[in-house]
């Protein structure tokens, strides 16, 4: 089992940075890929980045590629979403997810995932 634990949320200005980390415990964090999804009311929820066990890559959906990225400390066991140039549009509640190295091969689809954090609320406004 791996434990997730978002924090960081809260209410931003567009145009602002905000930061979430996800705090991991249980197995051995550096097994995990990570990835993060958000959810937006009445939408589904949707790809934002992934970060490899390693940390040595990262994908992001296009429409956050260049304002957000995401990082990871294997002996703190956290992931980090530092987002940049917030938009109205980044409202959501996002997730930090994560699933062995060994099984995850689409990482953008969010039932590749075993592992799930509580999510955090992100709310931008103008």
């Known amino acids: 089992q791996v434990q997730l634990v978002e924090s960081g949320g809260g209410l931003v200005q567009a145009g602002d940075s905000l930061r979430l980390s996800c705090a991991a415990s249980?197995?051995?964090?550096?097994?995990?890929?990570m990835g993060w999804f958000r959810q937006a009311p009445g939408k589904e929820r949707e790809f934002v980045g992934y970060?490899?066990?390693?940390?040595?890559?990262?994908y992001y959906a296009d429409s956050v590629k260049g304002r957000f990225t995401i990082s990871r400390d294997n002996v703190k066991n956290t992931a980090t979403l530092q987002m940049n140039s917030l938009k109205l549009e980044d409202t959501a509640v996002y997730y930090c997810?994560?699933?062995?190295?060994?099984?995850?091969?689409?990482?953008?689809?969010?039932?590749?995932?075993?592992?799930w954090g509580q999510g955090t609320q992100v709310t931008v406004s103008s």
């Open positions: 997810a994560a699933e062995h190295r060994a099984t995850i091969f689409s990482y953008y689809k969010d039932n590749e995932y075993t592992y």
């Open positions: 249980g197995r051995p964090f550096s097994n995990y890929g």
């Open positions: 970060i490899t066990w390693s940390g040595g890559r990262t």
